[in-house]
């Protein structure tokens, strides 16, 4: 039987979360406090769905810029702050692959356009060839 992780606790009570987001949204610099505490949580949430060290890193660096942009827009609804944060990496993560499929599907038409060229230049020079020994 699987056994399941206790549900991870906030490191603040939601009235001291709110006081620093209010802060923040004041005075940017003060994301600092929001960013040191969420960073782990958001890392490992975008790290178990991309599977690469390097892209995680950016992944979860883009969710700390969009975060830190969109901040004076935040509403504070009674909700962690961490959840606002998840739901930028979500959306952040699927634009990640969409960006990867996009890449790997323009990298495959150039293989078979690369492939394509090789065969019909290759079927060229069968054809001189069977052209030049029909003339000998």
């Known amino acids: 039987m699987a056994t399941r992780r206790a549900a991870r606790k906030t490191a603040l009570p939601s009235a001291d979360e709110r006081l620093l987001v209010e802060a923040a949204q ?17 890392y490992g949430f975008v790290a178990s769905r991309v599977h ?16 830190l942009a ?6 504070w609804r009674g909700v962690p702050f961490v959840a606002w944060l998840l739901r930028i990496a979500v959306n952040a993560v699927a634009d990640q692959h969409k960006r990867a499929a996009r890449r ?3 990298d495959r038409r150039r293989v078979r356009a690369t492939m394509g060229r090789g065969r019909l ?16």
């Open 26 to 42: 004041g005075d940017p610099a003060k994301f600092e406090a929001l960013y040191e505490l969420h960073f782990a949580r958001v």
């Open 52 to 67: 690469d060290r390097a892209t995680a890193e950016d992944v979860t660096s883009e969710v700390f810029h969009k975060a």
């Open 121 to 136: 230049l290759k079927g060229r020079r069968n054809r001189l060839k069977t052209a030049t020994t029909k003339n000998d």
């Open 70 to 75: 969109n901040l004076p827009s935040y509403e």
């Open 104 to 106: 790997h599907n323009r």
